[in-house]
């Protein structure tokens, strides 16, 4: 409990949408070492991420994300659908979405940067560099968010 005269820390909502189990907890793990306090929502597919942003399905509208990791291979919408509809809609435009893929395609990095991706992040197959590429997204996007709740 804090007292008065203690901030509270900001909970910065992270939205991971990822199927691979193994690589959602690659990016649980590489979040742990985070200074700031992570919420970090895994939803598995593309329905399921569009359910969220909405408040449909049993999803609360209050937990708008402040950062979306996306993947692109993902069951039932993949994620430039995905993309393509954020990037439509004002309410999430603002939203930066890093594309965190297995992919190496240049058409890919392509099509994700015109569609309005923030960055594109190939998964890299070592969990050192995972970390790494992980903190560096957290330094760009998440670097002006302020630390401590309004």
Do not use: C
């Amino acid at each position: 409990m804090f007292s008065h005269t203690e901030t509270i820390p900001r909970l910065v909502k992270v939205l991971l949408a990822e199927d691979n189990p193994g690589d959602a907890a690659l990016v649980s793990e590489a979040f742990r070492t985070s200074k700031r306090h992570i919420w970090l929502i895994r939803l598995k597919n593309g329905d399921e991420v569009m359910d969220h942003l909405r408040g449909e399905g049993g999803y609360n509208p209050s937990h708008r994300p402040d950062l979306i990791l996306l993947d692109l291979s993902l069951p039932r919408r993949n994620g430039f659908d995905i993309l393509d509809e954020l990037k439509a809609d004002p309410s999430f435009r603002d939203i930066p979405v890093v594309i965190l893929t297995n992919s190496r395609s240049e058409e890919d990095v392509r099509q994700a940067y015109k569609a309005g991706a923030s960055y594109f992040l190939m998964k890299p197959a070592d969990f050192d560099e995972f970390r790494s590429a992980i903190q560096r997204v957290e330094e760009i996007w998440l670097a002006n968010i302020p630390e401590e709740a309004d």
